[in-house]
C-alpha cells in the first residue's frame, strides 16, 4: 500500500526559504516518478516539479527555475523540495504524488505538465506573507 506524507510547509517571508518533504511508504521512491504540485487559493493544482524514476532528471516550472531544488534520498525514502527566494504567488497548498507511468511535458505559459500520478498525499499548506 502507497503512502505519502508531506511535511516542511508554513509561514515564511518574502525571500526566505522552506524545504518541503515527502515521505514514501509502501515503494521506493525511485521507482516511481514523484511530482510536487501546488494550489494556491482558489486556483487549479499545477505542476511546480517532478523527478524521474529512473534516470533522475528533473523538471520545473519556469517560475521555480534556479529558485526550487527537487531531490531524493533512497534511504530515507524521501523526495524534497528546497524553495528559496520565495514569493507570495507561491502561496498554495504543496502536494507529492507519485506515478509509474507519468508523462511530462512543457505546457502553454512556462507551465509544467506532469500527468498520469497514481497516489497522492494530503498536502501541506505554504504561505509567504509579510
Known amino acids: 500500500h502507497v503512502q505519502l506524507v508531506e511535511s516542511g510547509g508554513g509561514l515564511v517571508q518574502p525571500g526566505g526559504s522552506l524545504r518541503l518533504s515527502c515521505l514514501a511508504s509502501?515503494?521506493?521512491?525511485?521507482?516511481?516518478?514523484i511530482g510536487w504540485f501546488r494550489q494556491a487559493p482558489g486556483k487549479e493544482r499545477e505542476g511546480v516539479s517532478c523527478?524521474?524514476?529512473?534516470?533522475?532528471?528533473?523538471y520545473y516550472e519556469d517560475s521555480a527555475k534556479g529558485r526550487f531544488t527537487i531531490s531524493r534520498d533512497v534511504a530515507k525514502n524521501t523526495v524534497y523540495l528546497q524553495m528559496n527566494s520565495l514569493k507570495p504567488e507561491d502561496t498554495g497548498v504543496y502536494y507529492c504524488?507519485?506515478?509509474?507511468?507519468?508523462?511530462?511535458?512543457?505546457?502553454?505559459?512556462?507551465?509544467?505538465?506532469?500527468?498520469?500520478?497514481?497516489?497522492w498525499g494530503k498536502g501541506t499548506p505554504v504561505t509567504v506573507s509579510s
Open positions: 504524488a507519485a506515478g509509474e507511468f507519468a508523462s511530462i511535458s512543457a505546457a502553454g505559459g512556462g507551465r509544467l505538465s506532469i500527468e498520469g500520478m497514481d497516489y
Open positions: 523527478i524521474g524514476s529512473m534516470d533522475g532528471n528533473t
Open positions: 509502501g515503494y521506493s521512491v525511485d521507482y516511481y516518478t
